[in-house]
């Protein structure tokens, strides 16, 4: 069974940083883009910003220039560095990766990490 543990939400003044981090476990055999969503209740999930294998990178215009989104394939970890923080940067941030498991080698399978708050406050 693949898992993805994200960990570094919490609460923040607005101006202030966060560091979201997510790790892959499980019986992983390849790992193709990894993906960092936020939602808000009520609306629905958008992506934040994307890194595919290769390192090339993409971001929601509203995180341009305050995000970076990094990860290491050979720990099969993805992170979202969040500076400049802003109140309508609250959400629930959710990991995504596309996974190709050595139970299902034939198909690349998409999985979601189980969500970490970020709150920014006024």
């Known amino acids: 069974q693949v898992q993805l543990v994200e960990s570094g939400g919490g609460l923040v003044q607005a101006g202030g940083s966060l560091r979201l981090s997510c790790a892959a476990s499980g019986r992983i055999v390849s790992i193709n883009d990894m993906a960092w969503y936020r939602q808000v209740p009520g609306e629905q999930r958008e992506l934040v910003a994307a890194a595919t294998k290769s390192g090339g990178t993409n971001y929601a215009d509203s995180v341009k220039g305050r995000f970076t989104i990094s990860r290491d394939n050979t720990k099969n970890t993805v992170d979202l560095q969040m500076n400049t923080l802003k109140p309508e940067d609250t959400a629930v941030y959710f990991c995504?990766?596309?996974?190709?498991?050595?139970?299902?080698?034939?198909?690349?399978?998409?999985?979601w990490g189980q969500g970490t708050q970020v709150t920014v406050s006024s």
């Open positions: 995504n990766a596309e996974i190709v498991t050595a139970h299902h080698m034939d198909v690349m399978l998409n999985y």
